[in-house]
C-alpha cells in the first residue's frame, strides 16, 4: 500500500529565509507526487506536482519540488518564505495509472512565518 | 479553470438530524469525485468514491448508510449525512478529477465544516 511520511509536524521560519519541507513516500511503481497548501478553514490547493521527466518541479507562489527516486523523497523549497506562506502543507501520492485516482496524504506540516 | 464549490460552506445541526453537502465540478465535468473527511490539525482521510450513475464505492470503516452519496449528474455529487451525531462533527472536503492528456489533478472544494450538537 502506497504510503506518505511528513515528518515535521511544525516548522518555524522567519520571513525572507529559506524553507525546505520533507516528504518521503512509499510506492512500488513510480508514483504521482502532489504539495498542496491549506489555509485555515480552506479546502486545498495544488502547489505542483510531478508525473514524470524532469525532476526538479515548479509550482505556483515561488515553490519547487525535487523528486529523488533514490530517496523515496519528494521535498518542497521556497527561496525566500512570506507571511502569506504560513498555512499547513500536505504531500500526497497517487497510484500512476494517469486516471482519477484517490491520494493518499502525509499527516502534513504546519508553516509559521515569524515576522 | 478546474474549480470545484462546496454547499454549505459551514452548518449547525442538532443531533439527529441529516445534513446534506453538494460538491460542484463549475467548469468541468467530473465522473468520480472523492469525499474526505479531517479532523482538526489532522491529515484528510478518503471516505468514499463517488461514481456518476453507480453506486458509491466506501472505503473501510465508513458507514456507507450513515454517509449517502448520489452523483447524479456529471458535475454534482452530494454527501448526505445521517442521523448526525456530535462525533460527526468535521471538516468534508471532496474533490474532482480533471487533467489532459491521460493524466488527472485532483481540484479540491473549500471544504464544510459540519458541527452538529
Known amino acids: 500500500a502506497q504510503s506518505v511520511t511528513q515528518p515535521d509536524i511544525h516548522i518555524t521560519v522567519s520571513e525572507g529565509a529559506s524553507l525546505e519541507l520533507r516528504c518521503n513516500y512509499s510506492?512500488?511503481?513510480?508514483?504521482?507526487l502532489f504539495w498542496y497548501v491549506q489555509s485555515p478553514g480552506q479546502g486545498l490547493q495544488l502547489l505542483l506536482k510531478?508525473?514524470?521527466?524532469?525532476?526538479l518541479v515548479q509550482g505556483i507562489k515561488g515553490f519547487e519540488a525535487e523528486f529523488k527516486r533514490s530517496q523515496s523523497s519528494f521535498n518542497l523549497r521556497k527561496p525566500s518564505v512570506h507571511w502569506s506562506d504560513a498555512a499547513e502543507y500536505f504531500c500526497?501520492?497517487?497510484?500512476?495509472?494517469?486516471?482519477?485516482?484517490?491520494?493518499?496524504f502525509g499527516t502534513g506540516t504546519r508553516l509559521q512565518v515569524t515576522l | 479553470g478546474a474549480v470545484v464549490s462546496q454547499h454549505p460552506s459551514w452548518v449547525i445541526c442538532k443531533s439527529g438530524t441529516s445534513v446534506k453537502i453538494e460538491c460542484r465540478s463549475l467548469d468541468f465535468q467530473a465522473t468520480t469525485m472523492f469525499w474526505y473527511r479531517q479532523f482538526p490539525k489532522q491529515s484528510l482521510m478518503l471516505m468514499a468514491t463517488s461514481n456518476e450513475g453507480s453506486k458509491a464505492t466506501y472505503e473501510q470503516g465508513v458507514e456507507k448508510d450513515k454517509f449517502l452519496i448520489n452523483h447524479a449528474s456529471l458535475t454534482l455529487s452530494t454527501l448526505t449525512v445521517t442521523s448526525a451525531h456530535p462525533e460527526d462533527s468535521s471538516f468534508y472536503i471532496c474533490?474532482?478529477?480533471?487533467?489532459?492528456?491521460?493524466?488527472?489533478?485532483?481540484?479540491f472544494g473549500p471544504g464544510t465544516r459540519l458541527t452538529v450538537l
Open positions: 474533490s474532482a478529477p480533471h487533467g489532459y492528456g491521460g493524466t488527472d489533478t485532483q481540484y
Open positions: 510506492y512500488g511503481a513510480t508514483p504521482y
Open positions: 510531478y508525473f514524470s521527466g524532469d525532476t
Open positions: 500526497a501520492v497517487g497510484p500512476d495509472t494517469g486516471t482519477a485516482s484517490k491520494l493518499t
